[in-house]
């Protein structure tokens, strides 16, 4: 990886990460949506309540499918071949483990051609 992310050609492929986290990032929610609903419409004591959290039950499996199903097209998740997945955690964290890694805040940020500057 190229320590140097403020040159503008070290961003590439950079969307297609940021697009994958957060698709991740939204199944992980889904999940726990989905988690949370079931476990309300156990506790709910109501035929009125458990009508609610069935429905919102049934919203959060759609949304799961439809997030899971866009990631596996893209690529992004690999659910029934766990070899790939395994591969890809793995770079993934690799990845993460160089972001952190940066120093985000260098001393020295001037780019002279790359930006206007008032002093030039």
Same mark, same amino acid.
């Given at each position: 990886?190229?320590?140097?992310?403020?040159?503008?050609?070290?961003?590439?492929?950079?969307?297609?990460?940021?697009?994958?986290?957060?698709?991740?990032?939204?199944?992980?929610?889904?999940?726990?949506?989905?988690? $949370?609903? @079931? #476990?309300?419409?156990? /506790? !709910?004591? *109501? =035929?009125?309540?458990?009508?609610?959290?069935?429905?919102?039950? $049934?919203? @959060? #499996?759609?949304?799961? /499918? !439809?997030? *899971? =199903?866009?990631?596996?097209?893209?690529?992004?998740?690999?659910?029934?071949?766990?070899?790939?997945?395994?591969?890809?955690?793995?770079?993934?964290?690799?990845?993460?483990?160089?972001?952190?890694?940066?120093?985000?805040?260098?001393?020295?940020?001037?780019?002279?051609?790359?930006?206007?500057?008032?002093?030039?």
């Amino acid at each position: 990886m190229i320590k140097d992310y403020l040159e503008i050609r070290n961003a590439e492929g950079m969307p297609k990460l940021v697009d994958s986290t957060i698709s991740m990032a939204l199944l992980l929610n889904t999940k726990n949506s989905v988690r $949370n609903c @079931a #476990i309300a419409l156990t /506790e !709910a004591a *109501s =035929t009125e309540v458990r009508t609610v959290f069935r429905n919102e039950l $049934n919203k @959060a #499996i759609n949304m799961h /499918e !439809a997030v *899971s =199903t866009l990631m596996i097209e893209k690529g992004w998740f690999h659910p029934v071949n766990l070899e790939k997945q395994f591969q890809m955690d793995l770079e993934s964290s690799q990845t993460s483990t160089e972001i952190a890694s940066m120093n985000l805040f260098p001393g020295d940020t001037s780019r002279s051609g790359l930006f206007a500057t008032l002093d030039k």
